[in-house]
């Protein structure tokens, strides 16, 4: 029996797409988009962040060196968290529907802008009894530790809990760490998946 739902956040809740801030960025930097992905994806930064090595003021400086560029931390913000889509991908009253019934905890690698600012502006984020984030935690999908945390979120066995998330690899750290999981495809894929577990939102 199912007890609890976890859910990943990005492209699981909430879809994003980077080409949007390497855009905006490289309209500050004077580098190409493509540039910008480079120098960013290549240098281990944002891992570090996600991972909660420094806080958000040390990655915008740090980023800064990394494009050679200076912008005003409001901005920096907004640009980071350009990259998120304005809809959901999943029905806010359905998570709202699940936690009437079962508990349920978001479980995500993440940093301190991007979940701030999507808590604020995405009302489907309020429907939690716990946020499991990498940058808190101190590691990220797939080790173990951020999965430990999650069942310890959970209040059941690992076999009681049930996990979506959109990365393959993710997916097999959660199997295992015991939990039933499966990869997010659509929305109503995972309708299936849960209704097949007994678990309702009705």
């Known amino acids: 029996m199912i007890r609890c739902v976890i859910f990943d956040l990005g492209r699981v809740l909430v879809p994003f797409d980077f080409q949007i801030g390497y855009r905006l960025m490289s309209e500050h930097c004077g580098l190409t988009p493509e540039e910008v992905r480079r120098r960013i994806s290549s240098d281990g930064l944002v891992k ?6 420094f806080d958000e003021f040390e990655f915008h400086r740090r980023l800064e060196g990394l494009l050679e560029t200076k912008v005003t931390h409001e901005r920096f913000r907004e640009i980071w968290y350009s990259v998120f889509l304005p809809h959901t991908l999943i029905p806010e009253s359905m998570v709202a529907g699940i936690r009437r019934n079962l508990r349920t905890v978001l479980l995500s690698n993440t940093n301190p802008i991007h979940y701030s600012m999507l808590y604020e502006r995405f009302p489907i984020l309020r429907h939690f009894d716990a946020y499991i984030l990498s940058h ?15 069942i310890r979120a959970a209040g059941c066995e690992p076999a009681e809990c049930f996990f979506t998330d959109d990365v393959p690899e993710y997916v097999e750290g ?3 760490a015991g939990i039933d999981a499966v990869q997010f495809e659509s929305c109503e894929q995972i309708q299936r998946e849960l209704k097949a577990r007994g678990v309702s939102w009705d």
């Open 48 to 53: 570090g962040f996600e991972s909660g090595e």
């Open 136 to 150: 808190e935690v101190g590691a990220m999908k797939p080790l173990p530790k951020i999965y430990e945390a999650a």
């Open 174 to 176: 959660a199997k295992r």
